[in-house]
Protein backbone atom coordinates (compact mmCIF):
# COMPACT_ATOMS: atom_id res chain seq x y z
CA UNK A 1 0.00 0.00 0.00
CA UNK A 2 1.33 3.48 -0.63
CA UNK A 3 1.26 6.09 2.47
CA UNK A 4 0.31 9.43 1.04
CA UNK A 5 2.97 12.20 2.51
CA UNK A 6 1.96 15.15 0.82
CA UNK A 7 0.35 16.91 -2.17
CA UNK A 8 3.43 15.52 -4.21
CA UNK A 9 1.79 12.34 -4.86
CA UNK A 10 -1.26 12.74 -5.71
CA UNK A 11 -1.01 15.75 -8.19
CA UNK A 12 1.96 13.03 -9.92
CA UNK A 13 -0.61 10.19 -10.09
CA UNK A 14 -3.58 13.41 -10.70
CA UNK A 15 -1.70 13.90 -13.65
CA UNK A 16 -1.40 10.29 -14.99
CA UNK A 17 -4.99 9.62 -14.11
CA UNK A 18 -6.92 12.96 -15.34
CA UNK A 19 -8.31 11.67 -18.47
CA UNK A 20 -9.46 8.07 -17.18
CA UNK A 21 -11.34 7.64 -20.50
CA UNK A 22 -7.75 6.58 -21.57
CA UNK A 23 -7.49 4.24 -19.35
CA UNK A 24 -6.27 0.98 -21.87
CA UNK A 25 -8.83 -1.20 -22.41
CA UNK A 26 -8.32 -5.24 -21.15
CA UNK A 27 -9.00 -7.97 -22.62
CA UNK A 28 -11.67 -10.17 -21.12
CA UNK A 29 -11.24 -12.99 -19.00
CA UNK A 30 -11.35 -16.13 -21.43
CA UNK A 31 -13.67 -18.34 -18.57
CA UNK A 32 -15.85 -15.02 -18.34
CA UNK A 33 -19.47 -16.36 -18.49
CA UNK A 34 -21.29 -12.88 -18.71
CA UNK A 35 -21.14 -10.02 -21.46
CA UNK A 36 -19.91 -6.92 -19.56
CA UNK A 37 -21.92 -3.80 -20.15
CA UNK A 38 -19.73 -0.80 -21.82
CA UNK A 39 -19.72 0.91 -18.37
CA UNK A 40 -18.93 -2.55 -16.92
CA UNK A 41 -15.62 -3.36 -18.91
CA UNK A 42 -14.94 0.06 -18.60
CA UNK A 43 -15.03 -0.45 -14.95
CA UNK A 44 -13.00 -3.56 -14.90
CA UNK A 45 -10.86 -1.40 -17.31
CA UNK A 46 -9.84 0.96 -13.97
CA UNK A 47 -9.63 -1.91 -11.34
CA UNK A 48 -6.83 -3.16 -13.57
CA UNK A 49 -5.14 -0.16 -14.04
CA UNK A 50 -5.28 0.91 -10.42
CA UNK A 51 -3.57 -3.12 -10.18
CA UNK A 52 -1.02 -1.91 -12.18
CA UNK A 53 0.12 0.69 -10.58
CA UNK A 54 -0.19 -0.61 -7.05
CA UNK A 55 -3.23 2.00 -6.31
CA UNK A 56 -6.16 1.14 -4.48
CA UNK A 57 -9.79 2.66 -4.92
CA UNK A 58 -13.55 3.01 -4.62
CA UNK A 59 -16.06 1.17 -7.06
CA UNK A 60 -18.89 3.41 -6.32
CA UNK A 61 -21.72 2.42 -8.63
CA UNK A 62 -25.40 2.89 -7.95
CA UNK A 63 -27.20 0.13 -6.47
CA UNK A 64 -27.98 -3.07 -9.23
CA UNK A 65 -25.06 -1.30 -12.07
CA UNK A 66 -23.31 -4.86 -11.19
CA UNK A 67 -20.52 -4.11 -8.76
CA UNK A 68 -19.94 -7.64 -7.89
CA UNK A 69 -19.65 -8.67 -11.70
CA UNK A 70 -17.30 -6.42 -12.67
CA UNK A 71 -14.98 -7.56 -9.26
CA UNK A 72 -15.37 -10.89 -10.22
CA UNK A 73 -13.87 -10.29 -13.59
CA UNK A 74 -11.14 -8.88 -11.96
CA UNK A 75 -10.36 -11.80 -9.67
CA UNK A 76 -10.91 -14.22 -12.57
CA UNK A 77 -8.24 -12.08 -14.55
CA UNK A 78 -5.75 -12.16 -12.34
CA UNK A 79 -5.61 -15.31 -11.85
CA UNK A 80 -5.99 -16.06 -15.48
CA UNK A 81 -3.02 -14.26 -16.42
CA UNK A 82 -1.14 -15.45 -13.40
CA UNK A 83 -0.68 -13.03 -11.04
CA UNK A 84 -2.95 -13.89 -8.35
CA UNK A 85 -0.45 -16.45 -6.81
CA UNK A 86 -2.62 -15.93 -3.40
CA UNK A 87 -6.57 -16.45 -2.86
CA UNK A 88 -8.49 -13.00 -3.11
CA UNK A 89 -10.40 -12.36 0.12
CA UNK A 90 -14.04 -10.74 0.14
CA UNK A 91 -15.70 -8.85 3.03
CA UNK A 92 -19.29 -8.92 2.95
CA UNK A 93 -22.54 -8.39 5.06
CA UNK A 94 -23.96 -11.43 6.37
CA UNK A 95 -26.75 -10.65 3.56
CA UNK A 96 -24.47 -10.99 0.92
CA UNK A 97 -23.04 -14.28 1.35
CA UNK A 98 -26.22 -16.26 -0.51
CA UNK A 99 -25.40 -13.38 -3.19
CA UNK A 100 -21.66 -13.77 -3.89
CA UNK A 101 -21.71 -17.35 -3.80
CA UNK A 102 -24.17 -17.26 -6.72
CA UNK A 103 -23.16 -14.61 -8.65
CA UNK A 104 -19.47 -16.72 -8.59
CA UNK A 105 -21.60 -20.09 -9.44
CA UNK A 106 -22.88 -18.49 -12.80
CA UNK A 107 -20.20 -16.04 -14.18
CA UNK A 108 -16.58 -17.32 -12.55
CA UNK A 109 -17.44 -20.88 -12.34
CA UNK A 110 -14.02 -21.60 -12.59
CA UNK A 111 -12.55 -19.73 -9.30
CA UNK A 112 -12.62 -22.44 -6.65
CA UNK A 113 -14.51 -20.23 -3.83
CA UNK A 114 -14.51 -21.20 0.08
CA UNK A 115 -17.69 -19.86 2.33
CA UNK A 116 -16.07 -19.15 5.63
CA UNK A 117 -20.01 -18.71 6.69
CA UNK A 118 -21.60 -20.70 9.17
CA UNK A 119 -20.92 -23.19 12.23
CA UNK A 120 -19.16 -25.57 10.08
CA UNK A 121 -16.49 -22.82 8.88
CA UNK A 122 -13.81 -23.50 11.59
CA UNK A 123 -13.02 -26.95 9.45
CA UNK A 124 -12.55 -24.82 6.33
CA UNK A 125 -9.68 -22.87 7.47
CA UNK A 126 -6.95 -24.79 6.86
CA UNK A 127 -8.26 -25.09 3.22
CA UNK A 128 -7.73 -20.96 2.61
CA UNK A 129 -4.47 -21.37 0.80
CA UNK A 130 -5.87 -23.99 -1.81
CA UNK A 131 -8.94 -21.77 -2.95
CA UNK A 132 -9.23 -18.50 -5.26
CA UNK A 133 -11.67 -16.51 -3.38
CA UNK A 134 -12.82 -16.72 0.36
CA UNK A 135 -15.96 -14.91 1.39
CA UNK A 136 -16.54 -13.72 4.63
CA UNK A 137 -18.41 -11.70 6.68
CA UNK A 138 -18.50 -8.59 8.35
CA UNK A 139 -19.07 -9.99 12.01
CA UNK A 140 -17.27 -13.02 11.97
CA UNK A 141 -13.64 -10.73 11.00
CA UNK A 142 -13.30 -10.71 14.86
CA UNK A 143 -14.05 -13.99 15.40
CA UNK A 144 -12.01 -15.22 12.88
CA UNK A 145 -9.31 -12.72 13.04
CA UNK A 146 -6.07 -15.50 13.95
CA UNK A 147 -7.24 -17.62 10.61
CA UNK A 148 -7.48 -15.13 8.42
CA UNK A 149 -4.71 -13.04 9.25
CA UNK A 150 -2.49 -15.98 9.15
CA UNK A 151 -2.61 -15.69 5.32
CA UNK A 152 -1.50 -13.32 2.66
CA UNK A 153 -3.71 -12.36 -0.02
CA UNK A 154 -3.72 -11.32 -3.80
CA UNK A 155 -6.71 -9.07 -3.20
CA UNK A 156 -8.73 -7.36 -0.69
CA UNK A 157 -12.05 -6.61 -1.39
CA UNK A 158 -14.84 -4.98 1.11
CA UNK A 159 -18.20 -5.08 -0.57
CA UNK A 160 -20.41 -2.73 1.22
CA UNK A 161 -17.73 -1.00 2.18
CA UNK A 162 -19.22 1.47 4.22
CA UNK A 163 -19.71 -0.77 7.43
CA UNK A 164 -16.16 0.48 7.97
CA UNK A 165 -17.16 4.27 8.69
CA UNK A 166 -16.51 4.27 11.80
CA UNK A 167 -12.62 3.59 11.81
CA UNK A 168 -12.85 2.49 15.46
CA UNK A 169 -14.94 -0.48 15.17
CA UNK A 170 -13.58 -4.18 15.24
CA UNK A 171 -14.17 -4.44 11.91
CA UNK A 172 -12.13 -1.87 10.56
CA UNK A 173 -9.42 -2.65 13.19
CA UNK A 174 -9.31 -6.52 11.26
CA UNK A 175 -9.54 -5.22 7.81
CA UNK A 176 -6.86 -2.91 8.51
CA UNK A 177 -4.35 -5.93 9.57
CA UNK A 178 -4.94 -8.27 6.47
CA UNK A 179 -1.93 -8.65 4.68
CA UNK A 180 -3.18 -7.77 0.73
CA UNK A 181 -1.43 -6.82 -2.34
CA UNK A 182 -4.02 -4.58 -3.92
CA UNK A 183 -7.41 -2.74 -1.22
CA UNK A 184 -10.51 -2.35 -3.08
CA UNK A 185 -14.22 -0.79 -1.83
CA UNK A 186 -17.42 -1.56 -3.25
CA UNK A 187 -19.85 0.57 -2.08
CA UNK A 188 -22.80 2.60 -3.64
CA UNK A 189 -23.12 5.04 -0.58
CA UNK A 190 -19.31 6.13 0.54
CA UNK A 191 -20.97 8.85 2.04
CA UNK A 192 -23.91 8.37 3.81
CA UNK A 193 -24.44 10.49 6.56
CA UNK A 194 -21.02 13.30 6.86
CA UNK A 195 -17.74 12.88 5.43
CA UNK A 196 -16.14 11.45 7.99
CA UNK A 197 -16.96 8.24 6.45
CA UNK A 198 -15.75 8.85 3.01
CA UNK A 199 -12.63 9.46 5.21
CA UNK A 200 -12.65 6.25 6.79
CA UNK A 201 -12.66 4.46 3.19
CA UNK A 202 -9.81 6.36 1.53
CA UNK A 203 -7.42 5.96 5.46
CA UNK A 204 -8.21 2.02 4.56
CA UNK A 205 -7.46 2.17 1.28
CA UNK A 206 -4.63 5.06 1.22
CA UNK A 207 -3.28 6.15 4.30
CA UNK A 208 -2.28 9.47 4.55
CA UNK A 209 -4.22 10.68 1.19
CA UNK A 210 -7.02 12.91 3.03
CA UNK A 211 -4.55 12.99 6.53
CA UNK A 212 -5.23 12.15 9.39
CA UNK A 213 -8.82 12.50 11.09
CA UNK A 214 -8.05 15.58 12.79
CA UNK A 215 -6.63 17.20 9.83
CA UNK A 216 -9.28 16.12 7.58
CA UNK A 217 -12.16 17.72 9.92
CA UNK A 218 -10.15 20.86 9.72
CA UNK A 219 -9.39 21.31 6.34
CA UNK A 220 -11.77 19.67 4.39
CA UNK A 221 -15.07 18.54 6.66
CA UNK A 222 -15.66 21.38 9.11
CA UNK A 223 -15.81 23.67 5.89
CA UNK A 224 -18.35 21.90 3.80
CA UNK A 225 -20.21 20.59 6.43
CA UNK A 226 -20.56 23.84 8.40
CA UNK A 227 -20.08 26.56 6.03
CA UNK A 228 -20.98 25.21 3.02
CA UNK A 229 -17.73 26.27 1.12
CA UNK A 230 -17.84 25.42 -2.42
CA UNK A 231 -14.09 26.01 -3.08
CA UNK A 232 -13.14 23.61 -0.71
CA UNK A 233 -15.82 21.13 -1.59
CA UNK A 234 -14.23 20.93 -4.92
CA UNK A 235 -10.80 20.76 -3.82
CA UNK A 236 -12.24 17.27 -1.94
CA UNK A 237 -13.64 16.44 -5.12
CA UNK A 238 -10.76 16.75 -7.27
CA UNK A 239 -8.25 14.72 -5.14
CA UNK A 240 -10.41 11.75 -4.39
CA UNK A 241 -11.51 11.92 -8.31
CA UNK A 242 -8.77 9.45 -9.55
CA UNK A 243 -9.10 6.83 -6.58
CA UNK A 244 -13.16 6.94 -7.18
CA UNK A 245 -15.38 5.29 -10.07
CA UNK A 246 -18.97 6.41 -9.73
CA UNK A 247 -21.66 5.59 -12.65
CA UNK A 248 -25.17 6.69 -11.67
CA UNK A 249 -28.14 4.80 -13.66
CA UNK A 250 -29.21 8.07 -15.48
CA UNK A 251 -25.77 8.23 -17.18
CA UNK A 252 -25.23 4.20 -17.98
CA UNK A 253 -28.20 2.55 -17.95
CA UNK A 254 -30.67 4.74 -20.46
CA UNK A 255 -32.19 0.99 -21.04
CA UNK A 256 -33.83 1.07 -17.50
CA UNK A 257 -37.44 1.99 -17.25
CA UNK A 258 -38.44 5.06 -15.70
CA UNK A 259 -38.91 5.51 -11.68
CA UNK A 260 -41.83 7.40 -10.03
CA UNK A 261 -41.65 8.78 -6.43
CA UNK A 262 -44.78 9.52 -5.22
CA UNK A 263 -45.00 10.83 -1.93
CA UNK A 264 -48.54 9.48 -0.05
CA UNK A 265 -49.46 11.52 2.87
CA UNK A 266 -51.95 10.17 5.62
CA UNK A 267 -53.45 12.53 9.00
CA UNK A 268 -53.90 11.19 11.95
CA UNK A 269 -57.06 11.20 13.36
CA UNK A 270 -59.06 10.63 16.73
CA UNK A 271 -57.30 8.79 19.46
CA UNK A 272 -53.99 8.23 17.34
CA UNK A 273 -53.98 11.87 16.91
CA UNK A 274 -53.86 12.62 20.59
CA UNK A 275 -51.52 9.89 21.36
CA UNK A 276 -49.47 11.49 18.99
CA UNK A 277 -49.68 14.83 20.76
CA UNK A 278 -48.82 13.04 24.30
CA UNK A 279 -46.18 11.75 23.46
CA UNK A 280 -44.62 14.50 21.55
CA UNK A 281 -44.74 16.80 24.77
CA UNK A 282 -44.00 14.22 27.51
CA UNK A 283 -40.73 13.59 25.03
CA UNK A 284 -40.07 16.85 23.82
CA UNK A 285 -40.18 17.96 27.60
CA UNK A 286 -37.89 14.85 28.69
CA UNK A 287 -35.29 15.51 26.10
CA UNK A 288 -35.08 19.12 27.15
CA UNK A 289 -34.24 18.50 30.63
CA UNK A 290 -31.65 15.65 29.42
CA UNK A 291 -30.02 18.07 27.20
CA UNK A 292 -29.88 20.43 30.37
CA UNK A 293 -28.43 18.18 32.59
CA UNK A 294 -25.83 16.19 30.35
CA UNK A 295 -25.60 18.36 27.44
CA UNK A 296 -26.38 18.00 23.70
CA UNK A 297 -23.36 15.64 23.19
CA UNK A 298 -24.17 13.06 26.00
CA UNK A 299 -28.14 13.25 25.23
CA UNK A 300 -28.30 11.40 22.27
CA UNK A 301 -29.61 8.13 23.83
CA UNK A 302 -32.95 9.99 25.20
CA UNK A 303 -32.89 12.01 22.00
CA UNK A 304 -33.44 8.38 19.85
CA UNK A 305 -35.52 6.73 21.99
CA UNK A 306 -37.82 9.67 21.96
CA UNK A 307 -37.70 9.75 17.84
CA UNK A 308 -38.52 6.42 18.07
CA UNK A 309 -41.37 6.62 20.06
CA UNK A 310 -42.66 9.10 17.98
CA UNK A 311 -41.90 7.14 14.78
CA UNK A 312 -43.73 4.52 16.05
CA UNK A 313 -46.69 6.29 16.94
CA UNK A 314 -47.05 7.18 13.36
CA UNK A 315 -46.77 3.87 12.08
CA UNK A 316 -48.99 1.90 14.30
CA UNK A 317 -49.98 2.77 18.09
CA UNK A 318 -49.58 -0.84 18.86
CA UNK A 319 -45.61 -0.82 18.32
CA UNK A 320 -45.34 1.38 21.65
CA UNK A 321 -44.89 -0.12 24.87
CA UNK A 322 -46.81 2.35 27.21
CA UNK A 323 -50.46 1.53 28.63
CA UNK A 324 -52.24 4.71 26.78
CA UNK A 325 -50.63 3.54 23.43
CA UNK A 326 -52.12 0.06 23.86
CA UNK A 327 -55.63 1.29 24.19
CA UNK A 328 -55.42 3.26 20.35
CA UNK A 329 -56.47 0.35 18.00
CA UNK A 330 -56.38 2.46 14.92
CA UNK A 331 -53.25 3.13 12.24
CA UNK A 332 -54.13 5.74 9.70
CA UNK A 333 -51.15 4.52 7.91
CA UNK A 334 -51.78 0.74 7.87
CA UNK A 335 -55.52 1.25 6.99
CA UNK A 336 -53.87 3.58 4.14
CA UNK A 337 -51.62 0.60 2.92
CA UNK A 338 -54.54 -1.47 3.07
CA UNK A 339 -56.63 0.20 1.34
CA UNK A 340 -53.85 0.60 -1.57
CA UNK A 341 -53.14 -2.88 -1.94
CA UNK A 342 -55.91 -4.99 -3.19
CA UNK A 343 -56.53 -2.81 -5.87
CA UNK A 344 -52.58 -2.94 -7.13
CA UNK A 345 -52.80 -6.44 -6.30
CA UNK A 346 -55.78 -7.04 -9.00
CA UNK A 347 -53.90 -4.67 -11.29
CA UNK A 348 -51.64 -7.40 -11.49
CA UNK A 349 -48.53 -5.10 -9.64
CA UNK A 350 -45.83 -6.94 -7.58
CA UNK A 351 -44.84 -5.36 -4.52
CA UNK A 352 -42.13 -4.57 -1.34
CA UNK A 353 -42.70 -3.52 1.51
CA UNK A 354 -40.21 -2.39 3.51
CA UNK A 355 -40.41 -1.14 6.87
CA UNK A 356 -37.40 -0.93 10.00
CA UNK A 357 -40.07 -2.25 12.67
CA UNK A 358 -40.12 -5.84 12.35
CA UNK A 359 -43.51 -5.87 14.44
CA UNK A 360 -45.00 -3.77 12.07
CA UNK A 361 -44.00 -6.42 9.21
CA UNK A 362 -46.17 -8.80 11.69
CA UNK A 363 -48.75 -6.77 11.79
CA UNK A 364 -49.14 -6.10 8.03
CA UNK A 365 -48.51 -10.07 7.47
CA UNK A 366 -51.79 -10.22 9.63
CA UNK A 367 -53.76 -7.65 7.55
CA UNK A 368 -52.73 -9.47 4.53
CA UNK A 369 -53.90 -12.41 5.31
CA UNK A 370 -56.95 -11.22 6.70
CA UNK A 371 -57.51 -9.79 3.57
CA UNK A 372 -56.79 -13.58 1.70
CA UNK A 373 -53.42 -11.73 -0.42
CA UNK A 374 -50.68 -13.71 -0.64
CA UNK A 375 -46.99 -12.75 0.41
CA UNK A 376 -43.30 -14.24 1.66
CA UNK A 377 -41.46 -12.01 4.14
CA UNK A 378 -37.70 -11.87 4.78
CA UNK A 379 -36.39 -10.66 8.10
CA UNK A 380 -33.38 -10.94 10.40
CA UNK A 381 -34.74 -14.15 11.65
CA UNK A 382 -35.40 -15.61 8.51
CA UNK A 383 -32.84 -18.62 7.92
CA UNK A 384 -33.32 -19.57 4.24
CA UNK A 385 -33.10 -15.74 2.46
CA UNK A 386 -32.63 -17.53 -1.27
CA UNK A 387 -36.45 -19.13 -0.74
CA UNK A 388 -38.54 -16.25 -0.22
CA UNK A 389 -36.72 -14.47 -3.21
CA UNK A 390 -36.96 -17.37 -5.54
CA UNK A 391 -41.12 -17.51 -4.48
CA UNK A 392 -41.52 -14.13 -5.31
CA UNK A 393 -39.22 -13.70 -8.32
CA UNK A 394 -41.60 -17.11 -9.84
CA UNK A 395 -44.70 -15.08 -9.14
CA UNK A 396 -45.62 -16.93 -6.38
CA UNK A 397 -46.82 -14.34 -3.84
CA UNK A 398 -47.59 -10.66 -5.22
CA UNK A 399 -46.20 -8.89 -2.12
CA UNK A 400 -42.56 -9.12 -0.30
CA UNK A 401 -42.60 -7.70 3.15
CA UNK A 402 -38.78 -6.62 4.19
CA UNK A 403 -37.03 -5.69 6.89
CA UNK A 404 -34.81 -2.02 5.52
CA UNK A 405 -31.75 -3.61 7.94
CA UNK A 406 -32.12 -7.44 6.41
CA UNK A 407 -33.11 -7.15 2.40
CA UNK A 408 -31.65 -3.36 1.97
CA UNK A 409 -28.68 -4.64 -0.35
CA UNK A 410 -28.01 -7.79 -1.69
CA UNK A 411 -31.63 -8.94 -3.35
CA UNK A 412 -32.17 -9.01 -6.82
CA UNK A 413 -36.42 -8.00 -7.04
CA UNK A 414 -37.10 -7.35 -10.76
CA UNK A 415 -40.02 -9.32 -10.91
CA UNK A 416 -41.08 -5.92 -8.50
CA UNK A 417 -42.85 -2.83 -9.90
CA UNK A 418 -43.78 -1.21 -6.86
CA UNK A 419 -41.97 -0.43 -4.20
CA UNK A 420 -43.65 0.80 -0.66
CA UNK A 421 -41.43 2.73 2.38
CA UNK A 422 -44.03 2.20 4.74
CA UNK A 423 -41.48 4.53 7.59
CA UNK A 424 -38.79 6.82 6.79
CA UNK A 425 -35.44 6.81 7.41
CA UNK A 426 -32.84 9.21 8.23
CA UNK A 427 -30.54 8.16 5.28
CA UNK A 428 -31.70 8.54 2.12
CA UNK A 429 -29.14 6.08 0.58
CA UNK A 430 -30.17 3.19 2.61
CA UNK A 431 -34.12 3.60 1.20
CA UNK A 432 -32.70 4.02 -1.95
CA UNK A 433 -30.76 0.95 -1.82
CA UNK A 434 -33.82 -0.66 -1.02
CA UNK A 435 -35.88 0.97 -3.83
CA UNK A 436 -32.81 -0.30 -5.94
CA UNK A 437 -33.82 -3.99 -5.44
CA UNK A 438 -35.86 -3.43 -7.96
CA UNK A 439 -34.94 -1.11 -10.08
CA UNK A 440 -31.93 -2.70 -10.97
CA UNK A 441 -30.28 -4.12 -14.33
CA UNK A 442 -32.21 -7.04 -16.08
CA UNK A 443 -35.95 -4.14 -14.78
CA UNK A 444 -38.49 -4.27 -17.94
CA UNK A 445 -40.86 -2.72 -15.75
CA UNK A 446 -41.54 0.88 -14.69
CA UNK A 447 -41.13 1.00 -10.90
CA UNK A 448 -43.34 3.07 -8.74
CA UNK A 449 -41.99 3.92 -5.75
CA UNK A 450 -44.64 4.93 -2.83
CA UNK A 451 -43.30 6.74 0.33
CA UNK A 452 -46.10 7.13 3.07
CA UNK A 453 -45.86 9.68 5.61
CA UNK A 454 -47.71 11.07 8.09
CA UNK A 455 -48.40 14.52 7.67
CA UNK A 456 -47.14 17.31 10.06
CA UNK A 457 -45.58 14.89 12.34
CA UNK A 458 -42.32 13.79 12.33
CA UNK A 459 -41.98 11.96 9.38
CA UNK A 460 -42.43 14.87 7.49
CA UNK A 461 -39.25 16.55 8.67
CA UNK A 462 -37.14 13.32 8.62
CA UNK A 463 -38.20 13.74 5.03
CA UNK A 464 -37.26 17.51 4.28
CA UNK A 465 -33.89 16.33 6.45
CA UNK A 466 -33.21 13.61 3.91
CA UNK A 467 -33.69 16.08 0.85
CA UNK A 468 -30.69 18.29 2.43
CA UNK A 469 -28.22 15.01 2.92
CA UNK A 470 -28.94 14.01 -0.46
CA UNK A 471 -27.23 17.68 -1.24
CA UNK A 472 -24.07 17.24 0.68
CA UNK A 473 -23.60 13.67 -1.44
CA UNK A 474 -24.69 15.28 -4.91
CA UNK A 475 -21.80 18.14 -3.85
CA UNK A 476 -18.77 15.38 -3.39
CA UNK A 477 -19.54 13.30 -6.89
CA UNK A 478 -20.09 16.31 -8.87
CA UNK A 479 -18.14 15.06 -12.22
CA UNK A 480 -18.99 12.26 -10.59
CA UNK A 481 -23.03 6.67 13.02
CA UNK A 482 -23.93 5.13 13.64
CA UNK A 483 -27.20 5.86 11.55
CA UNK A 484 -28.06 8.66 13.75
CA UNK A 485 -28.34 11.99 12.27
CA UNK A 486 -26.59 14.95 13.24
CA UNK A 487 -28.47 17.89 14.73
CA UNK A 488 -28.48 20.78 16.87
CA UNK A 489 -30.91 22.20 19.57
CA UNK A 490 -33.03 24.59 16.62
CA UNK A 491 -33.42 21.12 15.15
CA UNK A 492 -34.67 19.30 17.63
CA UNK A 493 -37.09 21.49 18.40
CA UNK A 494 -38.50 21.18 14.65
CA UNK A 495 -38.61 17.50 14.93
CA UNK A 496 -40.27 17.79 18.16
CA UNK A 497 -42.95 20.77 16.61
CA UNK A 498 -46.58 20.35 17.35
CA UNK A 499 -48.77 18.60 14.61
CA UNK A 500 -50.63 22.32 14.12
CA UNK A 501 -47.10 23.95 13.12
CA UNK A 502 -47.82 22.45 9.83
CA UNK A 503 -51.04 23.06 9.05
Known sequence: RLHWQGDDDTQQLAQRLRELDGIPA?????????????????GLDWLQFLREYRLAGILADDMGLGKTVQALAHVLLEKEQGRADRPSLVVAPTSLMFNWRHEAERFTPSLKVLVLHGPQRHKRFADIANHDLILTTYPLLSRDKEPLLAHAYHLLILDEAQVIKNPRAQASRVVRDIDAR????????????????????????????LGDSKQFRRHFRTPIEKHADEITAQRLSRRIRPFLLRRTKQQVATELPPKTEIIQTVVLEGKQRELYETVRLAMHRRVREEIERQGMGRSHIVVLDALLKLRQVCCDPRLVKMASAQKVKQSAKLAMLMALLPEMVEEGRRILIFSQFTTMLGLIENELKNADINYVKLTGQTRDRAKPVQQFQAGKAPVFLISLKAGGVGLNLTRADTVIHYDPWWNPAVERQATDRAHRIGQQQAVFVYKLLCEGTLEEKIHAMQQRKQVLADSLYQSDGGNAPQWDEQSLDALFGPLDAAE
Request: negative net charge; charged residues 15%.
Open 182 to 209: HRLCLTGTPLENHLGELWSLFDFLLPGL
Open 26 to 42: VTLPENLMATLRPYQQH
